[in-house]
């Protein structure tokens, strides 16, 4: 009879679905506020359009975030894609090299 210890089995990841909380909300306010940044630069406030501008790289760092932690919460690339309108291998291709 042979013994396994629990410290060498492999431990296989569960996928796990998180609850969504509060999203389509917080998503609205977050685009409220980089539609009110715009305003403001359009009214003059020059100084302000390099930030304005650098915040499409703040958000592209932000996707590459989710994307990376969504694929080690075990979503697949299938679902990512899913959920963006592109095929899997349009995902995989952007964000593959980053997780």
């Known amino acids: 009879m042979s013994t396994v210890k629990k ?3 492999p ?6 679905r998180r609850e969504v909380v ?7 306010f977050a685009r409220r506020i980089i ?3 715009g305003r403001r630069v359009a009214t ?3 100084e302000a359009l390099r930030d304005l501008v650098a915040l ?3 958000i592209d760092e932000a996707i590459t975030d989710a994307v990376v932690g969504l694929r080690s919460f075990g979503y697949s690339w299938a ?3 899913q959920r963006l309108g592109i095929s ?6 952007r964000w593959g090299d980053q997780s």
């Open 7 to 9: 410290s060498l089995t």
């Open 11 to 16: 431990r296989i990841p569960v996928q796990k």
């Open 22 to 28: 509060e999203n389509t909300e917080f998503a609205a």
């Open 35 to 37: 539609r009110a940044h």
């Open 44 to 46: 003059g406030d020059v």
């Open 56 to 58: 499409s790289t703040v």
């Open 79 to 81: 679902e990512i894609g």
């Open 88 to 93: 899997r291998q349009a995902a995989q291709q």
